[in-house]
């Protein structure tokens, strides 16, 4: 279907340790990463099969907020099983030395299971702006912010029932050249290389009525979260408490 819709390459991100992940948590590490890597795999092969490039990543959860791991390898992931005990600044600082990226993922999403929203700019390469799985509202937010911090922004689709695909429910980047590996892509986004986004529909610019629902945390460099008046901050970009 990503082919047929003229993609030239997909991202696997599925859940990890503290996210919305269906892998016991009481299984031997090695284990546990197996089985967590097998959807990938399996999409791997499939791509090799159909000629369409298959890259790996994860997406790990702290309180709600969601970050998007690019550039390690399950080689990677069996060598360091410490990473479920991370929080996010750790987990920021771990991945660079890595030489992979993170992307805070729909930071302005809001959900019954969700009772704050948590901004971690100095924790983040990148924010995903757009995500075709969530509400026009905390796009918008999320695009605003995006633009007033200066980071790269990303778009995706957030595509967890490959049965109900359309072009409308999917989103993502456009890139002057094919991805060899998945360094290409970590090297877009902690470079600032330019890029563009394929959406699915136009979206309107922000305005003071799109006012989050949730209570808004802005996290320092070393982790701290503050509350902060949210319009303010998608006023001028600087957190107001």
Request: charge should be negative; proline fraction near 5%; hydrophobic fraction near 40%.
């Amino acid at each position: 279907r990503y082919l047929d819709f003229g993609y030239s390459g997909i991202i696997i991100t599925d859940h990890f340790w503290h996210g919305n992940c269906g892998i016991d948590r009481s299984l031997p590490w090695t284990e546990f990463v197996n089985r967590f890597c097998s959807g990938y795999e399996d999409a791997l092969d499939a791509g090799i099969r159909l000629g369409l490039p298959v890259f790996f990543g994860w997406e790990e959860t702290f309180d709600g907020d969601d970050y998007l791991v690019y550039g390690l390898s399950k080689e990677w992931l069996l060598q360091h099983p410490e990473v479920r005990n991370w929080d996010r600044k750790t987990q920021y600082e771990q991945v660079h030395a890595a030489g992979g990226c993170v992307v805070q993922a729909h930071p302005f999403r809001a959900a019954s299971y969700i009772s704050a929203i948590h901004l971690s700019p100095f924790l983040a390469d990148g924010i995903e702006g757009f995500n075709a799985g969530n509400q026009l509202r905390w796009n918008i937010s999320g695009m605003r912010y995006a633009r007033l911090r200066n980071l790269p922004i990303t778009a995706g689709s957030d595509n967890h029932h490959a049965g109900r695909m359309s072009r409308s429910c999917l989103s993502g980047v456009l890139l002057n050249r094919p991805l060899t590996c998945i360094r290409d892509y970590v090297s877009v986004i902690r470079n600032a290389e330019p890029h563009a986004l394929q959406l699915p529909c136009s979206l309107p610019e922000w305005t003071e009525d799109i006012v989050p629902e949730l209570p808004v945390y802005w996290h320092d460099a070393a982790g701290k979260g503050t509350r902060i008046d949210a319009v303010a901050l998608l006023r001028s970009g600087l957190p107001s408490a």
